[in-house]
């Protein structure tokens, strides 16, 4: 059985808006290439037709990918979500005990994950050592470069 993935409204949207984007103008950018190599010559010692081939094929592998994820999602009504404890698409401001400082990170789907936009995914450590906790709860966390402690400040929608 596949996985499920939860998603905002705006996160499948553009999703849905990628797949379209690669199954139109990506693939007859992709056509447009191969027929540009095709008319170079003999194919069988064409590095440029081959290339495009290539391409063709990571296309294709993308656009399977995008349509999988989109028969697995599933739309989160954050209306109806508990803001006593950390769940998918909640915001969460942090501290970290050890240094004080604070951040603010909103959990997402992987698909959907932006560090610089403070989007995190709900599968990367800090999001897993935080689900279910609520606010004042601190969460001991491994993460790449050891273990943090953080406190959880407020969880908002």
């Known amino acids: 059985m596949a996985e499920l993935t939860y998603y905002s409204k705006e996160g499948l949207e553009k999703l849905k808006e990628e797949l379209q984007y690669l199954k139109t103008e990506g693939r007859a950018k992709i056509a447009k290439a191969i027929a540009e190599a095709r008319d170079k010559g003999d194919l069988s010692e064409n590095a440029e037709y081959d290339a495009a081939k290539d391409a063709q094929g990571l296309h294709e592998a993308k656009i399977a990918k995008l349509e999988q994820s989109l028969s697995n999602a599933r739309i989160i009504d954050e209306s109806t979500l508990d803001t006593s404890k950390v769940l998918a698409l909640s915001?969460?401001?942090?501290?970290?005990?050890?240094?004080g400082s604070v951040m603010t990170y909103q959990l997402v789907s992987e698909t959907e994950a932006d560090l610089k936009a403070g989007k995190i995914s709900v599968k990367s450590p800090i999001a897993?050592?935080?689900?279910?906790?609520s606010?004042?709860?601190?969460?001991?966390?491994?993460?790449?470069?050891?273990?943090v402690e953080l406190e959880i400040l407020d969880i908002s929608r």
């Open 91 to 99: 915001i969460v401001k942090l501290k970290n005990v050890k240094n």
């Open 135 to 147: 606010i004042g709860d601190k969460a001991q966390i491994d993460v790449p470069a050891g273990q």
């Open 128 to 133: 897993q050592g935080l689900l279910g906790k």
